[in-house]
């Protein structure tokens, strides 16, 4: 149910409200890490998003630039003493604001015919895999990203490997997880392809998600459809049945069935980490499954947040160089995550490290 501006506004106002001008985000803020500019800080956001609620600037372009200009990683509430919650607050202005924006509004016509053509691959290449001896969960569904069904497809295919050998799996044509029409701020697009991904999914017990972004975001379904009287329950029951991989994993007590020779280390997600707050799991299996090092930084964005590499390539480009350092101090060879989107950064940071170490998803590991 789409609520109206005024609605928006109040909410908007609720959390920037407790914001008490500190500036301890600016100590975490990847962003304001590359530009240095009050505005692209959680603070100089919070400050955007009072003056609009005041009426002090003009309700387009101004703000737009300040709320775009975000990665909604988190790292600014994990600091704050208030705990305040600016990656919720840039979601809804983005969404009161989402008629002045002429930025992509989502997937073209070929893409959208590329993620067709994707779960068909999956669904030609899994389709003879042997059931899971002694299986308990026979109703385990494997959520097909799109950004999956773009770029990573090979990955997509060891995942539903990797759970077939731990339970009966079920393919399904999947709608969007809605993640990009919220980036946008386009409600109305979300609630379509959540509505439709729940009624997919009822006959599910879980739904396995192999990107943090798909996880994070089906996980809120019953958030967003709390004040619809027809679709509340069912958005609650939909939400619950949502894990992710190394979740899902760690929950069934899965171990690695060989070791991998080469030093790995591991990528946080922003949406899966500190969002979902699952880091112990994929660390977990990535011990059992090699020599694991930690890497310094290795919760901060590395600039794969949806359209944002698109939107601003020069500051993702920057997040990536940082990120490339980071990953050559630990000395692993292989670095991995648990999000479609990292991994694509993550891909093009190896192939600027000359071979320095390869990007792989968690489940080529396991």
């Not at 090979?154 to 029409?181: E, F, M, R, W």
């Amino acid at each position: 149910m789409t609520k109206d501006k005024t609605a928006l506004l109040k909410e908007i106002n609720a959390i920037v409200s407790q914001c008490d001008r500190c500036g301890s985000c600016h100590l975490v803020c990847p962003l304001f890490a590359v530009k240095d500019r009050e505005v692209c800080g959680s603070r100089g956001k919070i400050n955007a998003a009072r003056a609009l609620i005041k009426g002090g600037i003009a309700p387009e372009a101004a703000i737009l630039e300040a709320v775009e200009f975000c990665l909604l990683c988190g790292a600014c509430t994990d600091v704050c003493a208030s705990k305040v919650k600016t990656p919720d607050a840039m979601m809804k202005v983005r969404q009161y604001l989402a008629a002045s924006s002429q930025k992509s509004q989502g997937y073209s016509d070929t893409e959208k015919q590329d993620m067709e053509r994707g779960y068909q691959t999956l669904v030609e290449c899994c389709k003879n895999l042997p059931s899971a001896k002694g299986a308990q969960d026979t109703k385990v569904s494997y959520f097909f990203g799109c950004t999956a069904r773009l770029t990573s497809p090979d990955s997509a295919i060891q995942t539903v490997k990797l759970l077939a050998s731990t339970a009966n799996v079920a393919l399904k044509n999947s709608a969007c997880c809605g993640l990009p029409a919220l980036i946008r701020g386009r409600i109305d697009e979300y609630l379509e392809n959540t509505k439709k991904n729940i009624e997919l999914y009822k006959e599910a017990n879980t739904i396995v998600c192999d990107c943090a972004g798909c996880s994070d975001v089906l996980k809120k379904a019953a958030s967003y459809l709390a004040d619809d009287a027809e679709w509340a329950e069912r958005g609650k029951v939909f939400s619950q049945k949502v894990v992710s991989l190394s979740e899902y994993l760690a929950k069934i007590g899965y171990t690695p069935p060989k070791k991998v020779a080469e030093k790995i280390t591991y990528q946080d997600p922003c949406r899966l980490g500190r969002n979902q707050g699952i880091k112990k799991a994929p660390r977990d299996l990535l011990k059992a499954a090699g020599d694991y090092v930690e890497m310094p930084g290795s919760d901060t964005c590395c600039g794969g947040s949806c359209f944002f590499p698109s939107d601003y390539p020069e500051a993702a480009d920057a997040l990536a160089a940082k990120k490339q350092a980071s990953i050559e101090k630990t000395g692993a060879s292989i670095v991995a995550t648990e999000c479609h989107r990292c991994l694509g950064r993550l891909k093009k940071v190896a192939a600027k490290s000359g071979g320095k170490f390869r990007a792989v998803h968690i489940s080529e590991l396991l």
